[in-house]
């Protein structure tokens, strides 16, 4: 009798059970955040219609398949940035974080509900831009180049959310906003996200590779034959050794922020 008492309380007290129940809170408190999640989900795809469909169709399928692949990255990044960067600056100046460092939870308990969430608005924004893009955007693509595609944009939302964290981690719930802003919308430009570089100055194509949204652009851009040449393992290393950077530093200053 005690002995199945004591297994049932050990079962509902696992590790699992807690990360399950961390990602359900998270969901949640997404879906009563609409500041978050309408800005998010609405403003790529609004983005595409405009640049993507409405002024891109005059550049015929080769543009339109270019920038379908180009603008479901430029989607992604944004729950990562946006999630992670405002998300982590505004829960450190409420004093969230250290609230859930003295729960009983598993460690990175809360980082793993949140980069599951931005798993899951990638999927979204994703599967939105993919049938706009095949419905009024002219795009034809094989089943296998669409799921390919599908499976790129959403695991590229991780490195960004390196980043985010990497931010929330510096600023405070005022200026992330901004910061992200300033990093989202020029990095999606000048790697290429808005238009083809070889429509820009010459020096844009040669600092490009500097930008982890370029990299993915890049691994996007090869799924549907429009890339610029190199190997796809090359950026797939490079998206990750930015993920392990920007993860290491932000460890390092939350770490740092909680023996304050």
Request: proline fraction near 6%; charge should be positive; aromatic fraction near 10%.
């Amino acid at each position: 009798m005690n002995a199945t008492v004591a297994t049932s309380s050990s079962s509902s007290h696992s590790p699992l059970r807690s990360y399950l129940l961390e990602t359900r809170c998270e969901f949640m408190r997404m879906l009563r955040t609409p500041s978050f999640s309408i800005p998010t989900l609405a403003f790529p795809v609004l983005f595409y219609l405009l640049f993507g469909v409405l002024l891109g169709s005059r550049g015929g399928a080769q543009a339109g398949t270019y920038l379908f692949a180009s603008y479901g990255v430029f989607g992604v990044m944004a729950p990562g940035l946006f999630g992670f960067g405002v998300g982590i600056a505004m829960d450190r100046e409420r004093g969230f974080m250290k609230l859930k460092q003295a729960m009983p939870a598993p460690p990175g308990a809360t980082l793993m509900a949140r980069m599951l969430m931005a798993i899951v608005f990638a999927a979204l924004i994703v599967a939105e831009v993919t049938v706009i893009a095949l419905s009024l955007g002219g795009v034809q693509l094989s089943v296998a180049q669409v799921a390919l595609l599908f499976v790129v944009d959403v695991l590229g939302v991780l490195p960004f959310c390196a980043i985010g964290l990497w931010v929330g981690s510096l600023a405070g719930g005022q200026g992330a906003p901004a910061l992200v802003n300033l990093i989202y919308l020029p990095m999606a430009f000048l790697s290429g996200l808005w238009m083809p570089l070889h429509v820009l100055p010459p020096i844009f194509a040669k600092i490009a590779p500097v930008w982890p949204a370029w990299h993915l652009g890049q691994l996007a851009l090869k799924v549907v034959g429009r890339d610029s040449g190199g190997a796809a393992w090359m950026h797939v290393l490079v998206l990750a050794a930015m993920a392990v950077v920007f993860f290491l530093l932000a460890r390092r200053r939350l770490a740092a922020g909680a023996h304050a």
